[in-house]
C-alpha cells in the first residue's frame, strides 16, 4: 500500500545533526523526520560531549547532570604506550551514554515535528513547481511518498540523501567498540592510546563509564579482521589496565578525508532543495574523529536557513557561506594530520611541551 503525505521539510537522520535541523527548521513549518533504526537506536559512539558541542546546546538546553555517568566528566589525554609518552590536554568532555543522550535531544523537538522510524529513504524526484517527491520505505514493507520543500540529510557515512544528488561515497575508517566490566580504578580521562606494530591501526581510545570501560579502536579503510585485531588490543591493554571480559562488541564506519577534494567542495552542503548535513556532508574532525560538535552545528545552521529564507537557492547559498569555515578547519587539519600520524610526528611529540600540545589538540 502506498500512502501520500505532504511536509515543508523532510529530515532523514535522527542523530544530532537530524535533531538541529528540525528543531530550528520547524519554524518554516511541519517537518517530518525519519530514522531507518527503529527507535531508541543504540548507535554505536564515544559517547563525549566536546565543549563546542556544550555551546551549541545550551542555546537550547544545557545537558542535565543526570544524562551524566561515573565520571561525569573526563580529561583529554594521549597515551602512546609504546614510547611511554602521555601528554595531557586541557580540554574537558561531558561523558554519557549515546542512547539516553539521543532520546533527551529528541525531547527537545517542537510539536510540529513528526518522527517516524524504521523507516529508510529510497529516492527523490523533483516535481513540477520544484517541490519534492520522496520515496519511503518502512520495515513492513509498506511505500510512503512524502512532498516536501526541502530535504535534509543527517543520515550519517553511508547517506542515501547523498547517493541521491550524486555524490560520490566516501573512503571510510572502520569502529570497533568494546564495553568491558571495569574491574579497578582507572583515570578518569578520556584516553587516546597508540601501539606500534599492529598492521591497520590508527587509534584508539579508552573512557569509564561507570562500572564499565570503553575500548574504541579505529581502523584505516580496507583492514581485514578488525575484530581479531581488536581482541589482540584487548590483550595488550588487560596487561596494563583493570579491564575484564567484553560485554557487548559493537562496530561502525567513518569518513576518512585524505584531502580537500573528498570533502566534496562546492557540493558538499547540498544540491537544488536537498542539504547533507553533519557525516552526510563529510563534516567531522579529519584530525581527531569528532563529530557530535560538527553535527550540532551544521543541523543548526541549515536549519536556521532554511527558517530564513524562501527560495530554495538562497537556503543552499547560505548554507554553503556558513558552512565554508568548516570546510576551510576541515582543509587546515588534513595538512597536518600526516606528520600527526606518521611514525616520527609521535617520536617528536616526546619533545613537544604539554602545554603546546595542549593548545594545538583544542583546535583539532
Known amino acids: 500500500m502506498t500512502h501520500l503525505r505532504d511536509v515543508t521539510t523532510l529530515v532523514v537522520g535522527t542523530g ?35 565543549p563546542l558541542s556544550q555551546n551549541i546546546l545550551n542555546e537550547i538546553q544545557p545537558v542535565p547532570e543526570s544524562l551524566l555517568l561515573d565520571p ?16 595531557n590536554v586541557d580540554l574537558h568532555f561531558l561523558n554519557v551514554d549515546r542512547i539516553p543522550f539521543d532520546e533527551w535531544m529528541m525531547g527537545l523537538l517542537p510539536d510540529n515535528v513528526e518522527v517516524m522510524d524504521a523507516t529508510s529513504f529510497m529516492e527523490h524526484e523533483v516535481l513540477e513547481g520544484g517541490r519534492l517527491q520522496s520515496k519511503l520505505r518502512k520495515h513492513g514493507g509498506e511505500i510512503v511518498h512524502i512532498v516536501s520543500d526541502h530535504i535534509v ?3 550519517g557515512p553511508r547517506s542515501t540523501v547523498r547517493k541521491s544528488i550524486d555524490l560520490p561515497a566516501y573512503n571510510r575508517y572502520i569502529t570497533v567498540q568494546d564495553y568491558c566490566k571495569r574491574e579497578g580504578d582507572i583515570d578518569p580521562v578520556f584516553d587516546c592510546f597508540y601501539f606500534a606494530g599492529i598492521r591497520g591501526f590508527a587509534a584508539g581510545y579508552i573512557i569509564p563509564k561507570d562500572d564499565r570501560v570503553l575500548v574504541g579502536c579505529i581502523y584505516f579503510p580496507n583492514t581485514r579482521r578488525a575484530h581479531e585485531l581488536q581482541d589482540k588490543i584487548l590483550d595488550r591493554l588487560r596487561e596494563r589496565l583493570p579491564i575484564g571480559e567484553s560485554l557487548k562488541r559493537e562496530g561502525w564506519i ?4 585524505r584531502t580537500a577534494d573528498d570533502v566534496g567542495w562546492g557540493m558538499v ?3 537544488g532543495a536537498v542539504f547533507l548535513a553533519g557525516e552526510a556532508g563529510g563534516f567531522i574532525s579529519p584530525t581527531s574523529g569528532e563529530g557530535i560538535s560538527w553535527a550540532l552545528d551544521t543541523g543548526k545552521t541549515v536549519g536556521q536557513a532554511i527558517a530564513a529564507h524562501d527560495d530554495a537557492q538562497e537556503m543552499l547559498d547560505s548554507y554553503q557561506q556558513q558552512t565554508l569555515r568548516l570546510k576551510k578547519d576541515i582543509a587546515r587539519r588534513l595538512k597536518i594530520y600526516p606528520f600527526m600520524t606518521s611514525s616520527n610526528g609521535k617520536k617528536f611529540a616526546k619533545y613537544i611541551p604539554e602545554f603546546v600540545i595542549s593548545k594545538v589538540t583544542q583546535n583539532l
Open 16 to 50: 544530532p545533526a537530524g535533531v538541529m535541523a528540525a528543531y530550528y527548521a520547524a519554524a518554516k513549518g511541519p517537518v517530518l523526520m525519519i530514522d531507518t533504526f527503529t527507535l531508541p537506536r543504540d548507535k554505536s559512539c564515544g559517547g563525549m560531549i566536546h
Open 72 to 87: 561525569p566528566t573526563v580529561q583529554f589525554r594521549f597515551n602512546d604506550w609504546d614510547r611511554q609518552i602521555i601528554k
Open 153 to 155: 540529510g543527517a543520515d
Open 254 to 257: 567513518a569518513p576518512r578525508h
Open 269 to 271: 552542503s547540498g544540491k
